[in-house]
């Protein structure tokens, strides 16, 4: 299947003389004190591998089939090759694609890496002659991953799938169902929750010494340039009946899927998916309410451009609210028409506010300047002054101010570095210490393998539930946008 998705930004290549061990240590950063304070004390929390895990690993040689060969299955792989701690440890025994241009293209390249990527169409055929498969990789449009991922449950595979888990809350309701009917391992692809850096920020910064005190708001964005539909090499056309056959009505639909209902969910879901996930994740919570609003502002043939079926512009506010707590609020823009300022999230609390992304130059912590002193959370190596990294503050307000200067008087400002009296001091700048060698994916693929390899759904790290919550957050808004009104959420809108 094709999956015409840009991957994030990431890291390159892992740089040599990385320890060719499965330890994430080998994932984080070693300057100086970071080495042992973080490993020793906040280290508890960036823990992957399970005891279970670990000890039923025994060399296994994992047999893994990828379904979906497009950008995305392209970034998995490229992201599982790049991580030299995985080398040996994983056999692509197969690959199965409709198209035969993604098809061919990955059986080629994960060939000259010495995997046999033995080639399919159909993913039953591959169930049914790869007898000896552990796990399967699902890449796949959308509308697509709940299909696969329970006929790959029900043949005894583990399986990975890329979020969304569905275009659609019901289908992904059946990929829960089938997960509890077969106790197979199920993960699904937000893979931030593999993240070094996001699970330090979580589980040492957030919820371990709260280092930010209350968190009060949080903000994601994923802004993008204009695009222009998908088109395809001459000649390499599907047949009219085998895009029959998979449920596609033209070529054109199959290549740019994500625009269309029937088949994807739209830049909130394939861009939102991911940093609507952290809200949740971060928070601990589930969100109480949800105001969206949006358009299909810019895809017209009336602009020149293709008609789509999916709001090119979203902007979301969630409510968290918990009994005798104060409100929380996360706000969510996605955008198709511009790319200023890219992708990062925010999560800001009374005393400080922490700026981060799969873009590892974003990764900062800024200090509320009448918070309490943060000496102490760097002496445990949970925050870092790092003089070559702090001036790169990524948003413009986060400047250091330069007044008073030749454009105002200093007679009215004197040495006080504000513009007006309500205006806050300014904030005292640091950096997350944790760093990521290897691409995003990795990590998060690296804890999928070592479920699978101990058969054991409780390793895995963005459980079928957990994801499914993160569905319902994420589509609902798109209700709220087409109904223009507020949705609340229950308890149970998020069981399924």
Known sequence: MDENKTTSPNSGEPPSGRPASGSFGSYLDRRGFLRTSVAAGAGAGLSLTSKSATAQEANKVLKVALVGCGAQGKALMDSARTDTTMDGTYEMTAV????????????????????????????????????????????SPDWMHAP????????????????????????????VKAQERTGGVLQ?????????????????????????GRLTHAYAQWNRAVSKPYSWPDGSEIDDATLTKYGYDSMEEFRNWRWYKKYGGGPISDLGAHQIDLFNW?????????????????????????????????????????????????????????????????????????????NPSINQAYREGAAPSWDAYAAKGLIVK??????NHHKFWQQPKT?????????????????????????????????????????HIKVFFEAARANDPAVVNCTVQDAFATCVTVLTAINSVRTGEKVKFKPDDFLA
Request: with cysteine; proline share 6%.
């Open 386 to 391: 790092d003089p070559a990294t702090v001036v």
């Open 96 to 139: 199965c694609d409709v198209w035969g241009s993604n098809r061919t293209r990955m059986e080629r390249t994960l060939k000259a890496y010495k995997h046999p990527a033995r080639p399919y169409v159909d993913i039953t055929e591959m169930l049914e002659k790869e007898k000896d498969l552990d796990a399967v990789m699902i890449a």
């Open 403 to 443: 007044w008073p200067g030749p454009h105002l008087p200093s007679k009215w400002l004197g040495t006080k570095q504000i513009t007006d009296v309500r205006e806050s001091k300014g904030l005292d700048p640091w950096e997350l210490p944790i760093t990521l060698d290897v691409r995003p994916h990795a990590p």
């Open 148 to 175: 696969h991922t329970i006929e790959a449950l029900e043949a005894g595979k583990a399986v990975y799938c890329e979020k969304m888990m569905s275009n659609t809350i019901e289908a992904a309701r059946t990929m």
């Open 282 to 358: 971060i928070f601990d919570a589930r969100p109480t309410s949800v105001m969206a609003s949006g358009g299909i502002d810019y895809y017209t043939k009336e602009n020149g451009l293709f008609d789509i079926e999916h709001e090119d512009n979203v902007m979301a506010i969630y409510e968290y609210e918990k009994p005798g707590e104060m409100t929380r609020r996360a706000y969510y823009q996605v955008l198709t028409t511009t790319s200023s300022q890219g992708f990062y999230e925010k999560f800001m609390g009374e005393y400080g506010t922490a700026s981060i992304s799969e």
């Open 188 to 212: 699904i692809g937000h893979q931030r929750r593999s993240n070094p850096r996001y699970l330090h920020l979580r589980n040492n910064c957030v919820l371990g010494d709260q280092i930010f």
